[in-house]
């Protein structure tokens, strides 16, 4: 097993992340806050992987090792958080919706981290309200372990616009539909529908984020027009994926 990097405290700063750039597989002794002001970041453990874009944040909880990566140029703010200050009672990462008012924190308090003066402390602890009342997001892809679902998962990672249903996905991996509709529920939480539009929601962010047109976009993840792709997309992520890149 490699090495995981390891740094007790985890850190609070800014920077910027090229399209496709990478923060190996680490972890912390305190929670972490990661928030990408523009782009789309992904988060991945052994379990997964978590993607926001600008309106969201990803929590991620002391000692998870975890790995970043960036989609479009992003502006990347990490604000580290005592492994005593948990406001949401979170113990796996987590996507989190963020307000304008939480936006506008997280860039206050990443702007200057070792600001300790009682304007910064009181902004700090405003943070903390809000993300109590912070919604959870359900878009993450969880990782699959029985080999049959793996099959398929990984048929549709790299052709999410396949229009088989599962009883064509259970065909081609030797298993039967029951079992395979049993399994994500099972493994991943959720139905073979939901994961595959979950996985769709993925690689659009990921293309939006590159430029590609948004009919193009649509084509390519596999939505039958491109008004369905943009009423998914806008009832996911509360913008339409035309406006993705030119969102603060």
Not at 83 to 97: E, F, I
Not at 162 to 171: I, S, V
Not at 207 to 229: E, K
Not at 232 to 240: A, H, L
Request: aromatic residues 6%.
């Amino acid at each position: 097993m490699p090495d995981i990097r390891h740094t007790p405290e985890a850190p609070t700063r800014s920077q910027v992340l090229a399209s496709g750039e990478r923060i190996d597989a680490h972890r912390h002794d305190d929670h972490q806050i990661v928030y990408a002001g523009s782009g789309v970041l992904a988060v991945t453990t052994e379990s997964g992987t978590w993607f926001a874009p600008g309106n969201r944040a990803i929590w991620v909880p002391a000692g998870c090792v975890h790995a970043h990566r960036a989609h479009g140029r992003i502006a990347l703010h990490l604000l580290g958080l005592p492994a005593d200050t948990n406001p949401l009672g979170l113990s796996q990462p987590t996507v989190l919706a963020v307000s304008p008012l939480l936006r506008e924190l997280i860039l206050a308090c990443t702007r200057e981290p070792h600001d300790e003066s009682p304007e910064s402390r009181r902004l700090r602890a405003v943070l903390l309200d809000r993300l109590r009342a912070s919604p959870q997001e359900p878009v993450q892809l969880p990782v699959p372990r029985d080999p049959r679902l793996a099959a398929v998962c990984d048929l549709l990672r790299r052709n999410p616009a396949d229009p088989r249903t599962l009883a064509g996905f259970a065909a081609a991996a030797g298993a039967g539909e029951r079992t395979l509709s049993r399994l994500f529920r099972a493994e991943l939480g959720m139905t073979f529908p939901q994961w595959r539009t979950q996985l769709r929601l993925y690689h659009a962010l990921r293309m939006l984020a590159d430029d590609l047109p948004v009919t193009t976009v649509a084509h390519r993840c596999g939505w039958a027009s491109t008004s369905a792709f943009i009423d998914v997309f806008r009832r996911s992520f509360g913008y339409t994926p035309g406006t993705h890149n030119r969102r603060p």
